[in-house]
């Protein structure tokens, strides 16, 4: 009886578990399809305060999520009270790696390299001393983009160019496809390849049409003039 019992317990169990997963999951799906495949940065945000969202992820989660969508916004005003209320959190190594990288892309943003270059070191740091073997393997396509940042808008080095042109052939998602892109477009222009620059920045403007990006990189390819293309810290 007490078995029987049991087996029935664990068998509701089980079921709660796997229709948390699912619904968990599919909550994830609609945020990610909303932000990186529509570029709906206000959709994301509104989905994100639903009752599904908060019953699924954590307060300190969902201030971790909301940071991707103020900057496709451009808000600075809100970008400062994310980091701030991020940074007040005690985070895992992992966490905090994720943190600085975005933290690293909005100092760029706002030229404050020395704020910038103070958070590549700190992401080196953990990255090298923080994470366990795993740990890194997970995080280096992280550390990758952060090594891009460094070199376009700090070490002002296009060394990355042929790179970023082949892994954006291979990015699915529209936004993260364009962004890689752009970033190609810009490495060009640090190498004096005017051609390549202007080929990146014809792959990346479809990819783009739907966000704040977009009005620059097409005055940009109407004038066939590109010193503005740093101008963009994507």
């Not at 975005?102 to 700190?122: C, M, P, Q, S, Y």
Request: charged residues 30%; positive net charge; glycine residues 2%.
């Amino acid at each position: 009886m007490k078995w029987r019992l049991f087996a029935i317990l664990l068998i509701i169990g089980l079921a709660l578990y796997l229709a948390w997963t699912f619904f968990s999951q599919r909550e994830a799906a609609v945020l990610s399809i909303l932000l990186y495949r529509n570029g709906d940065a206000d959709g994301f945000l509104k989905e994100l305060n639903t009752a599904s969202a908060k019953f699924f992820f954590s307060k300190k989660l969902r201030v971790l999520m909301a940071i991707d969508a103020y900057m496709m916004k451009n808000d600075d005003e809100a970008l400062a009270k994310q980091f701030e209320k991020a940074d007040a959190y005690r985070l895992r190594a992992a966490d905090r790696l994720l943190v600085l990288q975005k933290e690293l892309t909005w100092h760029v943003g706002r030229n404050e390299i020395d704020l910038a270059k103070k958070d590549f070191e700190e992401m080196s740091k953990i990255y090298d001393h923080d994470l366990s073997k795993k740990q890194k393997k997970t995080h280096e396509e992280m550390m990758r983009e952060a090594d891009y940042t460094n070199a376009i808008h700090i070490e002002k080095d296009g060394k990355y160019a042929h790179e970023l042109m082949d892994r954006a052939k291979n990015i699915k998602d529209d936004i993260p496809c364009g962004v890689t892109y752009y970033k190609a477009a810009q490495s060009y222009y640090l190498k004096g390849d005017k051609k390549q620059c202007q080929l990146a920045l014809e792959k990346a403007e479809p990819k783009l049409r739907k966000t704040s990006y977009h009005d620059l990189i097409q005055k940009m390819l109407d004038t066939k003039n590109y010193d503005q293309i740093l101008s963009m810290k994507i």
